[in-house]
C-alpha cells in the first residue's frame, strides 16, 4: 500500500492542524495505520495508531488530550486532528502502515509516505 501524507503547514502555538494520509492501495482497511513525528536532531517518535476498524486507537502521552486520530476506510484516509499545538509539536510528521496491531514501534510498520512538515511558532 502507498500512502502520503499532507495538511502540513505553520501555525502559531495553540492553533490547530489536521494532516490527512491516503492510500491508493484497495485493501487499506486490512492494515492497521499509525502517525510517527521527526524533529529536527531528534529521533523517530511515536504519536498515535489506529486499528484496522478504527475502534482502537493509542497515544503517545505528550499528545494524549490533544491530538485525535480517525479514519474513513471507504476513502482509503486516515486523518490526525491536532489541536492546542505546541512549538515542541514542530517536525515531520510521517504515516506508516501495517499488518499487525497497534503499535507504537515503528518497526511494526512496513509501509511509509513521505511526510509532511508542521511548524509550530511561538
Known amino acids: 500500500v502507498q500512502l502520503q501524507a499532507s495538511g502540513g503547514g505553520l501555525v502559531q502555538a495553540g492553533g490547530s492542524l489536521r494532516l490527512s494520509c491516503a492510500s491508493s492501495?484497495?485493501?487499506?482497511?486490512?492494515?492497521?495505520v499509525g502517525w510517527f513525528r521527526q524533529a529536527p536532531g531528534k529521533e523517530r517518535e511515536f504519536v498515535a495508531t489506529?486499528?484496522?476498524?478504527?475502534?482502537?486507537?493509542y497515544y503517545a502521552d505528550s499528545v494524549k488530550g490533544r491530538f485525535t486520530m480517525s479514519r474513513d476506510n471507504a476513502k482509503n484516509t486516515v486523518y490526525l486532528q491536532m489541536n492546542s499545538l505546541r512549538p515542541e509539536d514542530t517536525a515531520v510528521y510521517y504515516c506508516?502502515?501495517?499488518?499487525?496491531?497497534?503499535?507504537?514501534?515503528?518497526?511494526?510498520?512496513?509501509?511509509w509516505g513521505q511526510g509532511t512538515q508542521v511548524t509550530v511558532s511561538s
Open positions: 492501495g484497495q485493501t487499506f482497511i486490512r492494515y492497521t
Open positions: 489506529i486499528s484496522r476498524d478504527g475502534g482502537s486507537t
Open positions: 506508516a502502515a501495517g499488518r499487525g496491531l497497534t503499535s507504537d514501534r515503528s518497526s511494526l510498520y512496513d509501509n
